[in-house]
């Protein structure tokens, strides 16, 4: 099934209730695009250095649009001390994984907290929108986690989520740390999946696309190989239509891999976007 999940329940049986429309068939184009680390955006704001994978506040490339509902992808890091002060979003379920450092996380609905690596943190936004804020919560070293938006396909209540996964959780495994209600990790509104895994060196992991599916897979650290592709750390692939995207690590190696449905309609301020 694809489109939006309803946490609803009718006569026991979960359904699927958002109306999606598919703009394009975009399963019918099966693609794997291999990003290397240089060709993706960087910013640097000197309290900062952001790696923009996808269209970003001025940064715009329309061939770099997202895939499907997930419209950003970033890697951050800021330097020890400093925060990104509170800031309004609307209408866009915001993700974060915690790579390494102390996150620190306010917004004014009153919600706070320390996250280490390996965390995860789902603060969803409403058409009324909300603040929030990360902070690097050491004054002496450096922090780095990824934050991406998934956008909704039916209206959202603001909110927060977090959870703090270790090491082991993920070893040798693909560890899903979000997903529809009722599965695995964080709940998402939308029909997406997120996963996280720590391969050893020699270490093999698989992940089926089925159809009118997509996704993105993104090298934290390590090298691997991705089918007959070497990838290093900060390389990434965007993945559209039935794809078996086959892992194997040449070294210790950190992964992260969002599977969305490419069959979704944006609501609120994405509409018409």
Same mark, same amino acid.
């Given at each position: 099934? %694809?489109?939006? !999940?309803?946490?609803?329940?009718?006569?026991?049986?979960?359904?699927?209730?958002?109306?999606?429309?598919?703009?394009?068939?975009?399963? @019918?184009? /099966? %693609?794997?695009?291999?990003?290397? &680390?240089?060709?993706?955006?960087?910013?640097?704001?000197?309290?900062?250095?952001?790696?923009?994978?996808?269209?970003? $506040?001025?940064?715009?490339?329309?061939?770099?649009?997202?895939?499907?509902?997930?419209?950003?992808?970033? $890697?951050?890091?800021?330097?020890?001390?400093?925060?990104?002060?509170?800031? !309004?979003?609307?209408?866009?379920?915001?993700?974060?994984? /915690?790579?390494?450092?102390?996150?620190?996380?306010? @917004?004014?609905?009153?919600?706070? =907290?320390?996250?280490?690596?390996?965390?995860?943190?789902?603060?969803?936004?409403?058409?009324?929108?909300?603040?929030?804020?990360?902070?690097?919560?050491?004054? %002496?070293?450096?922090?780095?986690?990824?934050?991406?938006?998934?956008? !909704?396909?039916?209206?959202?209540?603001? =909110?927060?989520?977090?959870?703090?996964?270790?090491?082991?959780?993920?070893?040798?495994?693909?560890?899903?740390?979000?997903?529809?209600?009722?599965?695995?990790?964080?709940?998402?509104?939308? $029909?997406?999946?997120?996963?996280?895994?720590?391969?050893?060196?020699?270490?093999?992991?698989?992940?089926?696309?089925?159809?009118?599916?997509?996704?993105?897979?993104?090298?934290?650290?390590?090298?691997?190989?991705?089918? $007959?592709?070497?990838?290093?750390? =900060? &390389?990434?692939?965007?993945?559209?239509?039935?794809?078996?995207?086959?892992?194997?690590?040449?070294?210790?190696?950190?992964?992260?891999?969002?599977?969305?449905?490419?069959?979704?309609?944006?609501?609120? /301020?994405?509409?018409?976007?």
């Amino acid at each position: 099934m %694809t489109g939006c !999940p309803d946490a609803r329940s009718e006569a026991g049986t979960d359904r699927w209730r958002c109306n999606v429309t598919t703009i394009a068939r975009m399963e @019918d184009r /099966v %693609t794997l695009t291999i990003r290397r &680390d240089s060709e993706i955006f960087a910013a640097d704001g000197g309290w900062f250095h952001a790696r923009w994978h996808f269209s970003f $506040d001025h940064y715009h490339d329309p061939a770099q649009m997202g895939v499907g509902p997930l419209r950003v992808f970033n $890697d951050d890091r800021i330097v020890a001390g400093a925060d990104w002060p509170m800031h !309004p979003h609307r209408d866009i379920e915001s993700l974060t994984y /915690v790579v390494e450092g102390h996150f620190e996380h306010a @917004d004014s609905l009153g919600n706070g =907290g320390r996250l280490e690596p390996g965390a995860a943190q789902v603060m969803t936004f409403s058409h009324a929108g909300a603040l929030h804020s990360e902070r690097n919560g050491s004054k %002496t070293e450096p922090m780095l986690f990824i934050q991406f938006w998934i956008l !909704p396909c039916r209206g959202l209540r603001s =909110g927060v989520q977090q959870r703090q996964y270790t090491t082991s959780d993920r070893a040798g495994r693909w560890l899903q740390i979000m997903g529809p209600a009722g599965e695995d990790g964080l709940d998402l509104s939308q $029909d997406a999946r997120v996963l996280v895994s720590r391969l050893a060196a020699g270490q093999r992991l698989s992940h089926d696309f089925g159809e009118g599916r997509g996704g993105y897979a993104y090298l934290i650290a390590g090298t691997a190989m991705l089918g $007959d592709e070497k990838l290093d750390a =900060g &390389d990434a692939a965007k993945a559209r239509g039935r794809h078996n995207l086959a892992v194997q690590a040449d070294a210790d190696s950190e992964l992260i891999l969002i599977d969305v449905s490419l069959d979704s309609r944006p609501v609120g /301020v994405w509409a018409h976007s």
